[in-house]
């Protein structure tokens, strides 16, 4: 049996650590196979494996010092150290605790939650265009919206313009009810609603009024300049080589653009090439353009939605492998 000791300054930071009815650390003491308890000011990891003592320490003080940072450790913020120290990769744990990037409505502050997310942020506060790829869950969309209404707030925008591409994923436009502003608003909602919770519903429908925010679908985008606007481009996955084409070259003075998408879940037709997966190609070493690729590490939702994401990269993997073996043995 291996013990280790952890000296406890500050109960305020020590509050925020163990987490309600001391759930955080018993996430710890799951996940990695140790026993945690607090007696006097100090906190007693012991276990087994030395090994696992010595992570088990390094986690609650990478936790330690995100609380000193100002954070609210929660379920996330555990999971997301325990998988830094596994990797070995602790020391940049000081990245995170960085400036907020915006404030929503009710007061909430939004900052990268992981590295990926950080240099997403920055990716984009630094270019002109910035492609954010990857799964469900990692901020893509969310992350850019807040960008957005900072550079709103701050004068450093006119207008934001969301828009996606009405892409049918199974079902039809024409049998939803209404006229075509009630069609494609459905796709329209996750925007909407990130919006929503950054300005509040009436500051959103004034600034709709006034012509500052547009929220539309892709095909209401040709033929126009967007000068002194932040424009968001989402689910770009589901746009033709055509779309996209139209769509960057909307671009006026002033102006910054964010595509987002995964690559992953594309609804085209199979003959169709997706117009992101080009771009990604074509772009890759255009200056004042960066690609940002986000993983399951990044995913910020429930964590069964990492571990779904990862079962399908596992279960393409060994398809691909099958269908490779096909080939050779042709």
Known sequence: MTEQS????????????????????RLVEQELGVDIISRDSA?????????????AVRVIQGLMELAARGETIQEQNVRYVIQLVLAGEESQLHRLAGDVLCVTAKGKPIKPKTLGQK??????????????????????TYLAVAAAVSAFRAKEVNRIIL????????????????DLQSK???????????????LGPETYQKYVERGNIEVAPLAYMRGRTLDDSFIILDEAQNTSREQMKMFLTRMGFGSKIVITGDVT???????????????????????????????????????????????????EQKRNKKEGKREWNK
Do not use: W
Request: aromatic content about 6%; glycine content about 8%; hydrophobic content about 40%.
């Open 119 to 140: 240099k997403y942020v920055e990716a984009i506060n630094k270019n002109t265009i910035t492609l954010g790829i990857g799964p469900a869950g990692t901020g893509k």
């Open 184 to 198: 494609v608003d459905p796709y329209l909602r996750p925007l909407y609603d990130a919006l929503f919770e950054m």
């Open 163 to 178: 828009t996606r591409p009405a892409v049918e994923a199974g079902e039809r436009l024409g049998f939803l009810p209404g």
């Open 265 to 315: 879940q594309i609804d085209l037709p199979r003959d169709t090439v997706s117009g992101l997966k080009e771009a990604m190609r074509v772009l890759k070493d255009v200056e004042d353009i960066a690609i940002c690729r986000l993983n399951e590490a990044d995913v910020v939702r429930h964590v069964i939605v990492q571990r779904i994401i990862k079962a399908y990269e596992e279960d």
């Open 6 to 25: 952890i000296s406890l300054e500050r109960m305020e930071e020590t509050i925020n650590v163990f987490g309600s009815f001391d759930e955080n650390i």
């Open 43 to 55: 906190l007693k990891v012991s276990g087994e494996d030395p090994e696992r003592v010595q992570y």
